[in-house]
């Protein structure tokens, strides 16, 4: 009797369960489907651009690894890891000590030799010298005028100079290192204007022509795109990649650009629809 009490408990209260749900069924359909949200925009014209998109890589438009010409020991280093030079300006000198003994030395024989030379041009003229004597009195003189010049070559040599204004890298050298020919100094890059390199399929050869406006987009530089123009299209075609490689100038003013960075690049097409 217990059991029968229990079981019939149990299925008294899966009916009243059931009951409900099929009633709330009944209750939806009736009400039917919940109400769309719609939302509206009114219609307008609009020219669209059509352009070409690509990923490029940034370079210098004028960049240099500076390094010294001649051998010897660093005495003088006149500039600052990430400093701004102009042309000409000195950035390393090297020892120049026996150079200029030498120099002194040199400039006491031209002295001598020009001070002979006078001398004999008068002798000459007078009868007294024989020609012969003047020129080779002459031939010193010009020897020790060429003697000076090439120290005062070897001596500019060890002076290292700015080819051209822009902004100097990290130093990589210490001033009393000895410096073999050609030991990188610092770089030097000019980025008021950079160049953009990126490459298109050969299908668009055509559609492209120098001085077509590009727009270049960095991550993390800025949201807005900087102008530029298609300054160079590559006459091959690479014969791996099937593909052409071209070249836009940008400005960079404000230094937004740096070489190494990549970006993207929208090459603006004279169609529009």
Do not use: C
């Not at 059509?50 to 006149?78: L, P």
């Not at 600052?80 to 390393?92: C, F, K, M, T, W």
């Not at 006459?235 to 404000?254: C, E, F, K, Y």
């Amino acid at each position: 009797a217990g059991l029968l009490s229990v079981i019939a408990g149990l299925g008294l209260v899966k009916y009243q369960q059931v009951s409900t749900l099929i009633g709330a069924a009944q209750a939806a359909q009736k009400a039917g489907p919940p109400p769309e949200s719609v939302s509206t925009a009114r219609s307008k014209q609009e020219t669209w651009q059509q352009t070409f998109h690509a990923v490029g890589s940034i370079t210098a438009a004028k960049g240099v690894t500076i390094s010294n010409d001649a051998a010897g020991i660093v005495t003088g280093i006149y500039f600052e890891s990430g400093a701004r030079v102009r042309p000409g300006q000195v950035l390393l000198e090297i020892d120049r000590s026996v150079e200029q003994a030498q120099l002194a030395s040199a400039r006491a024989r031209q002295e001598l030799a020009e001070v002979t030379a006078g001398r004999s041009r008068t002798l000459t003229s007078s009868g007294v010298f024989p020609k012969t004597q003047l020129e080779n009195d002459e031939a010193t003189l010009k020897t020790s005028n060429a003697d000076i010049d090439a120290l005062q070559a070897q001596i500019a040599r060890k002076i290292v100079r700015a080819p051209f204004s822009g902004q100097l890298g990290i130093r990589q050298v210490n001033l009393g290192q000895y410096l073999n020919p050609g030991t990188p100094v610092v770089v030097l890059e000019a980025i008021d204007s950079v160049f953009v390199d990126f490459t298109l399929p050969q299908q668009q050869l055509a559609r492209v022509a120098p001085d077509m406006t590009v727009e270049v987009n960095v991550s993390g530089a800025d949201e807005r795109p900087i102008e530029g123009r298609l300054s160079a299209i590559d006459p091959s075609i690479d014969s791996v990649t099937r593909s052409i490689r071209l070249r836009a100038t940008v400005p960079n003013g404000q230094g937004r650009l740096r070489p190494g960075m990549f970006a993207d690049v929208d090459v603006l097409l004279p169609e529009e629809q």
